[in-house]
């Protein structure tokens, strides 16, 4: 469960949290994953705490607070393709038990590692990368406590990019098919490329989190109020040739603001409760246009000027705001000491508006145009937890998840409709052998109604609506110490996720018209995956040895919901394999580590060329 709707209108299927605080744009995935106090990942719909457009569940980061104490630390990481990595942490007390400072950041830069053979040219899926995060904390009493946080990050270089597969077309009349004759030929090996020298990555995020809390005798209440702006600025090769056909160029500001507030029950007593209410205000600014040097598809087609180097000859630009509300309480009630019961409720409200101004292939002006909606539901959760051991438990849940609808930019596009989720989950979470053993299991079933996908209607990409489809699965968890020295652990699971109904046209056979894709695989969803790991440490009088080795299979994937075999990864494995040296008194270490060493080439994603349009299929 995820998204394919990765514009400003559209929202991730798994919510992305830093510290509590909602992440509304995908590019905060690339948040500084370092200085971590832990991770959270909650599977499956999230109905009540984390409810909104947590339908396939929630990522919540949690950093590392400022402490008491003056200290630090700093990581090298040397790598190939010129890899250098420098990590550090200052940590120090401005007023003892009182006001404390923390700063953590992050410097990253590699070669990368697609060479583009055409002279001059950087290579692709290059790092240039810088995070910064710097904290206060404070708490004189306690009955109070806050903690201000201030995230920094940049992202330039060429950026990632992706692999013509196959030769290029030959001239067969469509659109970018007739550009191709001058083109170098395409290179054989997977790492090697012809592109225009163009590319170029421009990202940026900032924002800061206020974390507020008091500690009264029979409740805590918590504020989380928070700004983020997120940038996002690049210009790729998008005919992925030397030749100038047409270059993609994408622009988007988004600037967020979000307060949620808390109260729960703080007291000791078989009752645990916790309500609240949450708002997020986003105004995003997008431009998006393909244009070229002059000698491309901009000589068959009228151009505008767009404020970019070179005119457009297709695209759009819109200003877009999103105000979501939410009221939210869960109630959990200790029947017993072995039996607990929880319930929940959520309402969300999501309200979008765009100006468009958008160039048409044919048309030689901008036309303007509006677009709006507002989507709204009612997710709950009920579960029980029945902990008939001291060491083991079994729990049951049932829970709604909700994502609201959108609508793409383009003038023929219709709005799509929110996706809704209804789960049920039944496991249990096991230690044995004074915790040298835990195992845990859990099986699932996932109802999904409206699935949004992202297909393509007249050469352009839009959103619709899958009918239902099921997911179903069983999950097997076991860590294990047989000894002091050795740690083992294995991760298996199941699913079976297919379209129960959902009729549509393949843009990539159109001559067979609408079609019963019923019982196809949901995309990029393996039906086996199985994860192994081993770690075995040597002590010694100066420190210890640590070897450990990581071992991933996956079975087959579709990328698509039509499962073409033309757009298909195969099963695959991967290991990773590390060998550490820690010194005795935990002061430094050092390591060295080798990912992929079977060097396969795996693919994340590959799209097919335009049937209308051309161009050649891509994989990346």
């Given at each position: 469960i995820g998204t394919e709707q990765t514009t400003v209108t559209g929202d991730p299927g798994v919510a992305f949290h830093i510290d509590g605080v909602y992440q509304a744009r995908s590019s905060a995935g690339g948040a500084l994953f370092y200085d971590l106090q832990r991770v959270e990942v909650l599977r499956g719909p999230q109905g009540t705490l984390y409810g909104r457009n947590a339908t396939g569940g929630s990522v919540n980061l949690i950093t590392k607070a400022p402490e008491d104490t003056l200290g630090g630390e700093a990581e090298l990481q040397l790598g190939n393709y010129d890899q250098q990595r420098l990590r550090a942490v200052f940590n120090a007390p401005l007023i003892d038990d009182t006001l404390l400072m923390r700063i953590s950041a992050q410097k990253e830069d590699r070669d990368g590692y697609i060479e583009n053979l055409t002279p001059g040219a950087d290579d692709i899926q290059d790092v240039d990368g810088l995070d910064l995060r710097a904290q206060l904390a404070y708490g004189a009493?306690?009955?109070?406590?806050?903690?201000?946080?201030?995230?920094?990050?940049?992202?330039?270089?060429?950026?990632?990019?992706?692999?013509?597969?196959?030769?290029?077309?030959?001239?067969?009349?469509?659109?970018?098919?007739?550009?191709?004759?001058?083109?170098?030929?395409?290179?054989?090996?997977?790492?090697?490329?012809?592109?225009?020298?163009?590319?170029?990555?421009?990202?940026?995020?900032?924002?800061?989190?206020?974390?507020?809390?008091?500690?009264?005798?029979?409740?805590?209440?918590?504020?989380?109020?928070?700004?983020?702006?997120?940038?996002?600025?690049?210009?790729?090769?998008?005919?992925?040739?030397?030749?100038?056909?047409?270059?993609?160029?994408?622009?988007?500001?988004?600037?967020?603001?979000?307060?949620?507030?808390?109260?729960?029950?703080?007291?000791?007593?078989?009752?645990?409760?916790?309500?609240?209410?949450?708002?997020?205000?986003?105004?995003?600014?997008?431009?998006?246009?393909?244009?070229?040097?002059?000698?491309?598809?901009?000589?068959?087609?009228?151009?505008?000027?767009?404020?970019?180097?070179?005119?457009?000859?297709?695209?759009?630009?819109?200003?877009?705001?999103?105000?979501?509300?939410?009221?939210?309480?869960?109630?959990?009630?200790?029947?017993?000491?072995?039996?607990?019961?929880?319930?929940?409720?959520?309402?969300?409200?999501?309200?979008?508006?765009?100006?468009?101004?958008?160039?048409?292939?044919?048309?030689?002006?901008?036309?303007?145009?509006?677009?709006?909606?507002?989507?709204?539901?009612?997710?709950?959760?009920?579960?029980?937890?029945?902990?008939?051991?001291?060491?083991?438990?079994?729990?049951?849940?049932?829970?709604?998840?909700?994502?609201?609808?959108?609508?793409?930019?383009?003038?023929?596009?219709?709005?799509?409709?929110?996706?809704?989720?209804?789960?049920?989950?039944?496991?249990?979470?096991?230690?044995?052998?004074?915790?040298?053993?835990?195992?845990?299991?859990?099986?699932?079933?996932?109802?999904?109604?409206?699935?949004?996908?992202?297909?393509?209607?007249?050469?352009?990409?839009?959103?619709?609506?899958?009918?239902?489809?099921?997911?179903?699965?069983?999950e097997i968890e076991l860590q294990a110490r047989p000894t002091s020295a050795l740690d083992i652990g294995a991760t298996f699971a199941w699913t079976d996720a297919e379209f129960t109904e959902y009729f549509d046209s393949d843009p990539w056979n159109p001559d067979a018209g609408v079609q019963d894709f019923s019982g196809n695989t949901l995309a990029r969803t393996p039906e086996y995956t199985l994860n192994l790991s081993a770690a075995y440490t040597w002590d010694f009088d100066p420190g210890s040895l640590t070897a450990s080795m990581v071992y991933y299979w996956s079975d087959e994937v579709y990328f698509t919901a039509y499962n073409d075999p033309r757009n298909y990864q195969d099963s695959y494995h991967r290991t990773d394999a590390r060998l550490a040296f820690n010194s005795a008194d935990s002061k430094w270490y050092v390591a060295l580590a080798a990912k992929n060493l079977e060097d396969d080439e795996i693919a994340s994603q590959i799209q097919l060329a335009s049937v209308q349009l051309g161009g050649v299929d891509n994989i990346q």
């Open positions: 009493t306690d009955a109070f406590d806050a903690r201000l946080i201030y995230n920094y990050a940049t992202a330039k270089g060429a950026g990632y990019g992706r692999k013509a597969r196959g030769d290029y077309p030959v001239d067969s009349g469509r659109l970018l098919d007739i550009f191709y004759d001058d083109a170098t030929p395409n290179p054989t090996d997977p790492w090697k490329v012809y592109y225009n020298d163009i590319a170029d990555r421009d990202n940026k995020r900032e924002g800061a989190t206020l974390l507020l809390n008091w500690y009264l005798d029979s409740v805590t209440i918590k504020s989380i109020t928070a700004w983020q702006d997120n940038k996002v600025e690049y210009i790729r090769d998008y005919d992925l040739s030397d030749v100038d056909i047409s270059n993609e160029n994408n622009l988007q500001d988004s600037t967020q603001y979000s307060q949620e507030l808390q109260i729960s029950s703080a007291g000791t007593g078989p009752l645990e409760w916790i309500a609240g209410l949450y708002w997020l205000s986003e105004e995003s600014d997008t431009d998006y246009w393909l244009n070229d040097k002059g000698a491309g598809v901009s000589t068959l087609a009228p151009t505008v000027e767009v404020g970019l180097d070179d005119p457009a000859w297709f695209g759009n630009a819109s200003t877009t705001d999103v105000d979501a509300f939410g009221a939210f309480g869960q109630m959990s009630y200790s029947i017993t000491d072995m039996l607990k019961l929880t319930g929940g409720l959520r309402y969300s409200k999501d309200e979008k508006e765009s100006e468009i101004l958008r160039k048409g292939f044919f048309s030689p002006v901008l036309a303007e145009d509006e677009k709006e909606g507002d989507w709204d539901d009612v997710t709950w959760k009920l579960g029980a937890d029945w902990f008939f051991a001291d060491d083991s438990m079994l729990y049951a849940s049932v829970s709604t998840g909700f994502k609201s609808g959108g609508y793409l930019q383009s003038r023929t596009a219709e709005p799509y409709e929110p996706e809704e989720i209804t789960a049920w989950e039944i496991g249990s979470k096991n230690r044995f052998f004074e915790n040298r053993l835990q195992a845990n299991i859990s099986a699932y079933y996932y109802d999904y109604t409206d699935m949004q996908l992202t297909t393509i209607r007249d050469a352009q990409r839009v959103t619709t609506n899958a009918g239902e489809s099921e997911i179903k699965g069983i």
